[in-house]
């Protein structure tokens, strides 16, 4: 028995859910969203995310929210990175085993609300402060607001656990 794994690219040829408001396309067909729910679809990987959303969506530049939330992802995919306007990314319920993969989303100058729970990461600890030192904008984690003593918390643990990297400096030898 050969067994099924969805792929980003099987999205061309579904049709969206309905939600509560009709899907507006534009002239040429494309969805005029700013969002992308792809939960629960078992993906274990985004090949070709880019060419998927500029396929479906009319202004894939645009797009804001991604829920990616039970799949199957052990890593979090660069391409996520390159939309530079994306605000809320759900990436719960996955296979994501190494924290330092939060490292990516620092680019994101938008980003604030992030969900991560449900991997394996979140087993690590100082999971939640290592998260809010490294994404300072984030106001949402874990579908829990920030606080200032969240804020101050983490920057504690910050200067107990991560060490700053020292300054090369040319020694002088007479």
């Keep these: 028995m050969v067994e099924f794994q969805p792929s980003v690219t099987d999205l061309v040829?579904?049709?969206p859910r309905t939600g509560l408001r009709p899907l507006k396309r534009s002239k040429s067909g494309k969805s005029l969203t700013q969002s992308l729910w792809l939960n629960n679809n078992v993906l274990n990987d985004l090949r070709d995310f880019n060419q998927v959303a500029s396929q479906l969506l009319e202004h894939p530049e645009n797009l804001a929210w991604i829920d990616l939330s039970f799949n199957d992802l052990t890593s979090i995919d660069p391409v996520l990175t390159t939309f530079f306007n994306l605000s809320v990314l759900y990436l719960h319920g996955n296979s994501i085993q190494r924290l330092g993969e939060v490292n990516k989303l620092?680019?994101?100058?938008?980003?604030?609300?992030?969900?991560?729970?449900g991997n394996p990461m979140e087993e690590e600890k100082g999971?939640?402060?290592y998260v809010l030192c490294t994404l300072s904008r984030i106001t949402t984690f874990d579908f829990s607001g920030v606080t200032k003593a969240d804020r101050t918390t983490a920057e504690v643990w910050k200067r107990m656990n991560i060490k700053p990297k020292k300054a090369w400096t040319k020694q002088n030898t007479l």
């Excluded at 620092?106 to 729970?117: D, E, F, N």
Aim: no cysteine; proline share 6%; charged share 30%.
């Design 106 to 117: 620092a680019v994101l100058p938008r980003l604030r609300s992030l969900t991560l729970h």
């Design 13 to 15: 040829n579904e049709e």
């Design 127 to 129: 999971y939640r402060q």
